[in-house]
């Protein structure tokens, strides 16, 4: 009697498991095929007399080294056109797609905290205030000066807030709740800055830093890639590895230290990835915000909260939100990519929360 | 039994501080009020300035231009500026005691976006939802209308299933960015001038305050801060989680949903005559807490107190910086982050979890 009850359950275990895997599945199939579809696109928007299949031939002949076209043929052209104008800003946004969004899961996971984003302890702000005391004062916090001195000031002004949370952790406890308390009061102090300078300038250089603060991915050369990739490569393997931790992070402080993880280390360790990730990425792009607080959302009511699958999956998902955004915003309007994120991606999250089932496991 | 006793005393003790700080804050707010007076575009000394209104007071005008200044345009802006802090703050708190989350704000579920959207149809279409009117009035209507679009939809949809508070928090943060959207294509599509007129409007500024709205504004926020006070040992239940709360004889998802809704009508009327002004809905309540703590029956009058304290002194030294200087937004954020910061330090709290 008690076996045949088992054995349905066991039956049953089985096929909604197969069915959750088939779902995780399916929403990278869709992602991966997204992103490919998009690469495409994108390059057809820059050199449009050839068709959508050639631009593929021509990126993987690139790749593989066979592109000895004769000189000024039409497919000579092409690969240049492709290889220096569309792929770099392709990878920039993928690049930039990953980076956030799997900074922003991590540091929902890390927080416990839904309305945690890459930014939440004020990368943003201090990113923002570098970038714009080079642009209106032109003071830079080092040597450098021009265009490298916006990107090294952001660089440095994003890692001040980072600094000063590793500096307190070093004398009081640090909650979650402290962590983003100190980031909030941070972000605020720096932003009034911005305010203030942004309203004591004209109204060219205001526009400049005001593009600069919304984020763009226009004008992306070979130059930005390198730092950005290191960065996001590393950093994203290190996050992807430490899945289990997490899992454990979500069972609440008293529960992972109980099963043997160092909480508070662990916390401070990820703060510090997660601030040079995002540094990297913010320096060249600005501040693109929504990917990173809503694609670990999007995944989550899609597939539940086993960071194990949440990660990548976020990755995926940010990455095709962002190109696709990036891709409708050259094409069909001359918007900022953050905005037309946020105005495609807002009503499939919300059809997405109206529509949640609350047997997919989901959520905190 | 001596024990007992002894707990009690101090129990007793620790009430009457808690009392005497919020005493504090009270005192501190009736003392800034007649300083502020004195400060501003038009020079009034300190002492001229506390003359002229007991003289309007008394009926005994002596210097009508002044009178003028700091009657029609001062006091309202004073008395607004400590409604606003105190309404703002209290809306802080509750909703960070609703979602237990010491991220969330007044405008977390999104009103100020809305606001702003409505303002901008204004700006851009010149359409108001009551046809005919324009100008000052018109924002005000749009902005009220549209900030309550998306409790609305939350009422909805807690109508129809069962919503929980992170449910809640990412509608909000959905609609937020949907409404921010939107408003940011129409402003990209249009002029120069609108851009500034919205941008100016969104920057929270107390110098739009006037006799004619100060009334309802100051109404409202009295009732929905008495609302809330009375439910306050409700909402501490609240602390239990909802199981916890459940048990102890409480529907926490209608608690939830009946605190926030007030509240963010109340943040909604305030929203609509100054502007988001940010920063005190999310920290007046986390300094608050840190004073008195988590108890919502003394929380609630103290985070009403220092909210207007604070922004009464920030709008003081906005006003300090001249006309076309910085909003008091602005200095609040630049005086209360570091301050923030520091007392987060110092006090070492452990207030939240």
Redesign the interface.
């Known amino acids: 009697m008690s076996e045949i009850v088992i054995t349905r359950t066991r039956e049953q275990l089985k096929r909604e498991y197969y069915k959750a895997l088939s779902r995780k599945l399916i929403l990278l199939t869709v992602c991966i095929t997204g992103i490919l579809l998009f690469i495409g696109l994108f390059s057809l928007s820059v050199f449009d007399s050839i068709s959508l299949g050639e631009t593929y031939e021509i990126i993987w002949n690139h790749i593989v080294g066979n592109n000895d076209y004769e000189p000024r043929s039409l497919e000579w052209w092409a690969d240049r056109y492709i290889w220096n104008r569309s792929i770099p800003h392709i990878l920039v946004a993928i690049i930039a797609g990953c980076c956030l969004s799997i900074c922003g899961a991590l540091m929902q996971s890390l927080m416990s905290?839904?309305?945690?984003d890459p930014y939440?302890t004020g990368i943003s702000s201090g990113a923002c205030f570098g970038a714009v005391t080079a642009i209106i004062a032109g003071i830079t916090f080092s040597s450098i000066t021009g265009e490298m001195g916006i990107v090294t000031n952001a660089f440095i002004g994003a890692m001040i807030p980072a600094l000063?949370i590793i500096l307190?952790s070093a004398?009081?406890?640090m909650?979650?709740?402290?962590i983003?308390?100190?980031g909030?009061?941070?972000?605020?102090?720096?932003?009034?800055?911005v305010?203030?300078l942004m309203?004591s300038t004209d109204?060219d250089t205001l526009k400049t830093a005001y593009i600069w603060q919304v984020g763009s991915l226009d004008g992306m050369t070979w130059a930005s890639v390198p730092l950005m990739f290191t960065v996001t490569l590393v950093g994203s393997i290190l996050v992807l590895l430490s899945w289990r931790q997490l899992n454990l992070m979500s069972l609440g402080?008293e529960s992972a230290v109980s099963l043997g993880l160092d909480v508070q280390k662990f916390r401070i360790l990820c703060l510090i990835l997660m601030s040079l990730m995002t540094a990297g990425v913010v320096t060249y792009v600005g501040i693109i915000g929504?990917v990173g607080?809503?694609a670990p959302?999007i995944v989550r009511l899609v597939i539940g909260g086993d960071n194990k699958y949440v990660i990548p999956l976020s990755m995926a998902v940010g990455t095709l939100l962002l190109l696709f955004a990036d891709y409708v915003a050259i094409q069909f309007?001359n918007?900022?990519v953050g905005?037309?994120?946020?105005?495609i991606?807002?009503?499939v999250?919300?059809i997405l929360?109206?529509y949640?089932h609350?047997s997919r496991g989901v959520?905190? | 039994m001596n024990r007992i006793e002894e707990a009690k005393k101090e129990y007793k003790a620790a009430e009457r501080k808690k009392l005497m700080l919020i005493l504090v804050f009270v005192v501190l707010v009736a003392i800034t009020v007649p300083i502020t007076l004195g400060f501003g575009v038009y020079k009034i000394s300190l002492v001229d300035s506390i003359i002229t209104f007991i003289q309007h007071i008394t009926g005994n005008i002596t210097n009508p231009k002044a009178d003028t200044f700091i009657w029609n345009v001062r006091l309202p802006r004073a008395l607004g500026a400590i409604t606003i802090g105190a309404g703002l703050s209290v809306a802080g708190a509750v909703m960070q005691n609703d979602f237990k989350n010491p991220l969330a704000e007044p405008y977390t579920m999104g009103i100020s976006s809305g606001a702003f959207f409505g303002v901008v149809i204004v700006i851009v279409s010149g359409a108001c939802i009551i046809p005919g009117l324009t100008g000052q009035s018109a924002y005000m209507v749009n902005a009220f209308v549209f900030s309550i679009i998306p409790i609305v939809l939350i009422l909805l949809v807690a109508k129809f299933r069962k919503v929980t508070p992170v449910a809640m928090i990412l509608i909000g943060i959905a609609v937020m960015f949907l409404f921010n959207s939107i408003s940011q294509v129409m402003l990209l599509a249009s002029t120069a001038e609108n851009l500034a007129d919205a941008y100016s409007w969104r920057v929270g500024n107390t110098s739009r305050i006037g006799w004619s709205e100060l009334p309802l504004l100051i109404a409202v926020t009295v009732v929905a801060i008495c609302l809330v006070w009375t439910l306050s040992r409700k909402l501490d239940v609240m602390y239990a989680g909802d199981r916890g709360a459940q048990s102890l004889g409480i529907r926490p998802n209608r608690l939830r949903i009946a605190s926030m809704t007030i509240v963010s009508l109340m943040t909604a009327a305030i929203v609509s005559v100054s502007g988001t002004i940010g920063f005190i809905g999310l920290v007046g309540p986390h300094i608050a807490r840190m004073f008195v703590g988590s108890n919502n029956k003394y929380l609630i009058p103290a985070s009403a107190a220092f909210g207007a304290l604070f922004i009464a002194v920030t709008d003081t030294i906005a006003k300090v910086t001249g006309p076309d200087g910085l909003p008091v937004g602005v200095i609040s954020s630049l005086v209360g982050g570091p301050l923030f910061v520091y007392i987060l330090i110092k006090c070492r709290s452990k207030v939240w979890m």
Do not use: D
């Open positions: 905290n839904p309305l945690a939440t000063i307190i004398r009081i406890r909650t979650p709740a402290t983003i308390l100190i909030t009061g941070i972000s605020y102090f720096f932003n009034s800055m305010t203030y309203i109204a402080e929504f607080l809503v959302h309007a918007l900022p905005v037309v994120m946020s105005l991606g807002s009503p999250f919300l929360i109206l949640n609350k959520l905190y």
